[in-house]
């Protein structure tokens, strides 16, 4: 008997992964929650049918969403994620001595469960002293701090569903106000390649050019994901993504990574010409 798993990419394109077994199924208050374990990529969460991790790729999303700002930010002490329910932006940021207070605000608390119980090799630092997890919407938590955080990390899931709101003007324009004078925010940001993607993230490039200064986009690998070119926005109030990378103090923290490092940190803000021609048109019709 073959049992496999499938994430339809574009109604022509499915990529599939053979399953030995389902952990877990269930329908939170939010959305529907699998749990697998593959030969190939080991265990993975699946939230409303979309693939948000596999054990075997997550760190390459996990270090790129984290670790890029973090080299940037000169004293990065107050931190917010929003989403990441299933502990792998906490998990990298938890390494930072440096960190004093994370917020992290994620809608569904069964997401955080059943990661507890099925991922512990990303839900392994929930229990930090320094993070305060919120059960709440990110759209409305935002809406009440100003000038509070030095970095804010939304680590979403696709913009429809629960995360729509996390790809709205007024969800961007929320974290600008959150941000201290110097902060930073970065976002997964969909990818370039399929048609119905490539314009949620125009989509979503357009809103945050309208809300920050600075706003550069990145690119990583990330085999599990539809096309497995997956982006990253870098918005800024003053630090640019590469001028301002502070190399030599990230790479005297000593952090043992498998995937980022600071040469490949600027590498990823250089883009290959069509992705680079769909951000510039967004910028011209603004
Ligand atoms: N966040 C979801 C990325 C989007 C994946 N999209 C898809 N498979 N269609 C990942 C959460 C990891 N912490």
Not at 240 to 269: E, M, S
């Amino acid at each position: 008997m073959e049992l496999w798993y499938s994430e339809v990419h574009t109604k022509n394109v499915k990529m599939s992964i053979r399953v030995d077994r389902q952990l877990y199924s269930g329908q939170s208050a939010f959305q529907r929650i699998d749990v697998f374990e593959s030969p190939e990529f080991g265990r993975f969460l699946i939230l409303d049918g979309y693939m948000m991790l596999t054990e075997k790729d997550e760190f390459i999303y996990h270090e790129m969403i984290t670790h890029v700002p973090m080299a940037v930010h000169p004293d990065p002490k107050h931190v917010l994620i929003v989403g990441a329910g299933d502990g792998g932006v906490v998990r990298e940021l938890t390494r930072y001595a440096s960190v004093e207070r994370i917020d992290m605000v994620e809608i569904d608390e069964q997401v955080v469960a059943v990661c507890r119980e099925f991922l512990p090799q990303t839900a392994c630092a929930f229990d930090d002293a320094r993070l305060t997890i919120h059960y709440q919407d990110g759209l409305k938590y935002i809406r009440d701090y100003q000038d509070m955080y030095d970095v804010i990390i939304v680590d979403s899931t696709d913009p429809f569903g629960p995360g729509e709101g996390l790809f709205t003007r007024e969800f961007y324009g929320n974290c600008f106000k959150a941000l201290k004078e110097d902060g930073i925010m970065v976002n997964q940001h969909e990818s370039p390649f399929y048609d119905d993607d490539a314009t949620a993230m125009r989509r979503a490039h357009k809103r945050i050019v309208e809300s920050f200064d600075i706003s550069r986009v990145y690119q990583a690998h990330i085999p599990t994901y539809p096309s497995g070119h997956w982006l990253f926005g870098f918005a800024s109030k003053k630090y640019h993504p590469v001028r301002d990378l502070r190399a030599a103090a990230w790479n005297a923290l000593g952090l043992a990574t498998r995937y980022y490092n600071t040469n490949l940190h600027k590498g990823a803000f250089y883009l290959p010409n069509y992705v680079e021609d769909q951000l510039a048109n967004v910028e011209q019709d603004l």
